[in-house]
């Protein structure tokens, strides 16, 4: 599993480079997101299939701990080849990128 800092992936959203997946549950983030697409820890094998993987997968949740274990799941079980990990989380991505999102 690779980490990625958030200002990395903004750079790759901007150049269409990367997909991040946003895995917290419905309820996080509907109070906050960064307009990623959403598909909850617990449904990701399920809806694996609406990736692009001709893009880098990034994984987001709050602070990264949620998305490590998943990207172990993933790359354990080999349903992906590589997968990064948005360092920090949107907590991260809340401090360098924007600090208008709030949590609460």
Not at 17 to 32: K, N, P, V
Not at 83 to 97: K, P, R
């Amino acid at each position: 599993m690779l980490l990625i800092s958030p200002k990395e992936c903004q750079i790759g959203i901007k150049n269409n480079q990367i997909e991040i997946i946003d895995i917290r549950e419905l309820y996080e983030f509907e109070i906050a997101n960064i307009s990623s697409k959403h598909i909850p820890m617990a449904d990701f094998t399920a809806r694996i299939s609406e990736l692009d993987l001709t893009k880098k997968t990034v994984l987001m949740c709050r602070s990264g701990k949620r998305a490590e274990a998943l990207a172990n799941l993933i790359t354990t079980e080999g349903l992906i080849n590589e997968v990064f990990i948005m360092n920090g989380g949107i907590l991260a991505w809340i401090e360098t990128i924007d600090s208008s999102i709030k949590l609460d």
